[in-house]
């Protein structure tokens, strides 16, 4: 069965995430998940998923960030499903404030990657849309503010309603579904407060690609778990 | 309370639909709503929505065929909640398959409706859009399959599943939202196959917009109730 | 022929500017225009589009401010050049910054609301926008740096390269389409100093709609073109 | 000085030319370039792009298919052109039928690409589409009438008056603009036509992607140029 890892970085296209930083970074994702035991995600960009599978797909849980409402064929500049799969990646996000889906679009896609055995996690700015994001029964659905993303201030302690809500409503429609919480999220005490409200889990982006010692950001986070 | 009409006719952009035409097709509806004893809705064209209002807004239900995510201020040629309130409609028609929206702005946009105490009736392509859309608990979900829509092939017969499944799966994440069915509807007989399993009502446009007598398919339609 | 007026006011989803807010505007606009001998342009709501015509279409320049790339026929909350023209408008933005459209749609647009003898006025952000807007020859381009709207910091101080430039490239691609510009845009001095950089004219919204007197506020502008 | 390829072959999302299969046709084509002597440019999917690059980067043009409007940061889900040009490839396709841009941001991608040094070409549907495109100042435009795509009925022949239309209104905006045509292309006398039409090369898909035998597809193609 697919399991959502309790802390997920998303690289975004920050430069320090593009190329040879990409992977850089993944192994750091690995190392950091040897040494404490806990199951990392990251979600590298489109150009660099490859690589990155090849260099730690057997280590840590690699996502793609997006995935077009595309089938094979006919289209142009899109990300499908059966890409991802056959990149050899674990799964995906979906509907990212920074890549916001139509609702149809994202139920096709959704439905699309759970049958292709990818792990699928859809974003959501709050908890009506946490709740409708669950009505399609992804394996986890990130509640994110797009108010708080990359400012340092953490969702799980700024605004612990919309955490707790969350997994209060996403349960209502769909008890299998993790939730997951992000934005702002930067130490251990952020993820302690997001567990304490009932998420099982959270997703990070510049908290560890921005950090001057990610790794040591990485285990700050995880320390959080415990 | 709000009540959902069983039978809504959505004007769309035909030109039998704008301006006079649109004046005509709503004396018609309010005919046969006071004939027949049977609340109709209709959805006229933005810019014909006032002129609507006046001739028949206390005999029909007049919906808006769309809002925009958007609050009043600075938004240029939008379609606001609050503008449908103020023109004295009734509520509205969102996410329709020729005006898809995304899941964050139709979650916002749904909300803000209801806050505004406009009817809300969210369209869906099929039973796992229904239930996102039923998450968001609007007055009523209208299921449409879009291959089917325009074509004189009734959802209703051609894809029976299809209602029961929304029905089943709407009321699973909103008890009291409605569930509406459309696409293909032309007379009584497909009015009482969706009635049949389960849907409230239905949701048609050139089936009555296009037809050489619109009041006498409409009254067919409705004699599908019974 | 369609002229182009030199002073256009979009009215946005600003509450000031809806209903009987917006027919009181636009009387204001029409006294204006019958004290001054200057032709103004109104951009109404789509709700309001109809009524404000009525009022004050013999007096004022009417534009809507949007069209869809639509038909008449199976389209749901759209407004078609059609309907623009049906409803006795005189003619539409296009392209506004809180409008954008795929360039593939505006120049779908931009043709049929030429060929239904709409005054076709499309807006860009900056120069290079300018340019390609300008190459599918609309009676006006309007230049609009996103970053000055509703400011109260006038495009033609701020960044008066923009204005020049714009009508430079403008010109080159197309002789007969005429430029304005905008954001920021609040009494005559800004005006005139558009007019010097070789502008035609300017499009307001937020400094004659939200002015503690819109009446005094349109003459103040007027006054600019001297 | 960046060279346009007269023959470019997007891959698409067409299973046949993702994963190994991207690297088996990209070898085609630089075969079918050294025997030839004809600059091949392919456009492999974004999540091939590296591996393509390495593989024949040295030997035929590498082209994205295409790029968002996004600078690096936080953007999830975009390929950046600061992401294209690191792994390597020479320049990226924009604006193709199956992902429209909006005019602004086909604005902004064209010319942070050029700024770049990628290698530039805008799809435009028609003439007038072509023209604004043109005005952007990209190294080429590609003239792709939608509804010929995927036929084998090749522009050059059913449509020749959009090529050579494309092609005089194309050089009155950008004179140094290249144009190619697509849609329907499939051997060398569809080429040889739009060669004798006026355009600098063609954009195949389907044509050599789905060809028994790429290699000879792709030679008879380049046959036609001579």
Chains 1, 2, 3, 4 share one sequence.
Do not use: W
């Amino acid at each position: 069965m697919l399991r959502v890892p309790p802390v997920i970085v998303n690289f975004k296209a920050y430069s320090e995430a593009v190329g040879e930083n990409a992977l850089r970074l993944a192994r750091v994702a690995a190392e950091v998940s040897e040494e404490t035991g806990v199951e990392v995600g990251i979600c590298p960009p489109h150009v660099d998923l490859r690589d990155v599978v090849r260099e730690v797909g057997d280590e840590v849980t690699v996502l793609a960030q997006a995935v077009d409402a595309a089938e094979p064929g006919g289209r142009t500049g899109h990300v499908t499903p059966e890409m991802v799969v056959e990149a050899g990646a674990d799964g995906t996000l979906l509907n990212h404030s920074e890549r916001r889906m139509l609702l149809e679009d994202l139920k096709d896609v959704c439905r699309a990657c759970i049958n292709e055995g990818l792990l699928t996690i859809v974003c959501a700015s709050d908890a009506l849309a946490a709740r409708a994001a669950g009505a399609l029964s992804p394996h986890a659905v990130a509640v994110e503010p797009p108010e708080l993303i990359g400012t340092g201030t953490p969702v799980s302690k700024a605004d612990p309603e919309v955490v707790e809500r969350s997994v209060e409503v996403v349960k209502e429609v769909s008890e299998e579904t993790a939730v997951l919480c992000g934005a702002g999220i930067t130490d251990g005490s952020d993820v302690r407060a997001a567990v304490e409200l009932g998420a099982d889990g959270v997703l990070v982006a510049s908290g560890v690609v921005l950090a001057d010692d990610p790794k040591e950001a990485l285990l700050d986070l995880i320390s959080g778990l415990e």
